[in-house]
């Protein structure tokens, strides 16, 4: 089982729209059994998916809090993708786990536990974490193999990345397996010259670790998530459904290579 965390500091990078669309892609193209984990309270990776963030019966905030297990917390779609949803009951959470000892564990403890029972059969989990260090973004870090960083090609841009990459250098305290699986170019636009340049500077600082497909600006990928759907059933011929679909053999293909 391969536990991935999409995650970035800076918000508008297209996080959710790389979280939801490279889970749909896992679970609908490449049949993996897969299960979505929305850790943002803005919850949109739960509206993305058709499900209704404002009648859900348990959030991970439930688990965390109150002690519902994980498996509880799991919804399933019409596209063979399982999810536990978020809304903004999770909002106060870092409030509620001040001074909690274990509270960094306690996502990593509920897997365990889940996994344990033979409730965690999945072949990927891959969470959507919120654009800040909060205390359940560091639960992410401490449960995941991997992080994937969708990076937007822009002047700010490997500013944030520094940031970010600052921040799991110092998580590893707590998770010795975390380290970054892949940087992804998110709302690419080839014709663009600075674009371009923040591309191949950030080939040149990451070298490999650089996923070889880039997401373009796509007005199918905008409209996907209004319609509560992934780019693969909304609109598969899409440029953006294909680099999905590409990204998505990348990291079946780094699964493979382990």
């Known amino acids: 089982m391969e536990v991935i965390a999409i995650?970035?500091?800076k918000g508008g990078v297209g996080k959710t729209t790389t979280t939801v669309n490279l889970a749909a892609a896992l679970a609908m193209i490449a049949k993996k059994k897969v299960l979505l984990i929305d850790l943002d309270s803005q919850g949109n990776a739960t509206t993305s998916v058709g499900l209704d963030k404002n009648t859900l019966e348990y959030t991970m905030a439930d688990v965390l809090l109150d002690g519902v297990s994980l498996q509880d917390a799991i919804l399933s779609t019409d596209i063979g993708l399982d999810v536990i949803g978020a809304n903004r009951d999770l909002a106060g959470i870092d409030v509620s786990l001040a001074g909690v000892a274990d509270a960094p564990f306690l996502l990593k403890q509920a897997m365990a536990d889940a996994k344990a029972a033979g409730k965690l059969e999945y072949?990927?989990?891959v969470m959507d974490c919120a654009p800040s260090l909060s205390m359940i973004t560091v639960n992410a870090f401490a449960a995941t193999d991997?992080?994937?960083i969708p990076m937007q090609c822009e002047y700010y841009a490997l500013e944030g990345v520094a940031d970010l990459i600052a921040t799991i250098d110092k998580l590893k305290s707590i998770n010795d397996a975390?380290?970054?699986r892949g940087v992804v170019r998110?709302?690419?636009?080839?014709r663009n010259t600075l674009a371009q340049d923040v591309s191949g500077e950030l080939e040149r600082h990451f070298g490999d670790l650089v996923y070889q497909t880039s997401i373009p600006r796509n007005v199918?990928?905008?409209e996907a998530p209004s319609f509560g759907q992934s780019i693969f059933t909304y609109e598969k011929?899409?440029?953006g459904?294909?680099?999905y679909h590409k990204l998505m053999n990348e990291v079946v293909a780094q699964t493979k290579a382990k």
């Open 220 to 222: 199918r990928l905008a």
């Open 178 to 180: 975390l380290h970054i």
């Open 7 to 9: 995650a970035n500091q």
């Open 146 to 148: 991997g992080v994937i």
């Open 123 to 125: 072949d990927y989990i």
């Open 241 to 243: 459904a294909i680099a």
């Open 186 to 190: 998110t709302l690419f636009d080839y």
């Open 237 to 239: 011929s899409s440029k």
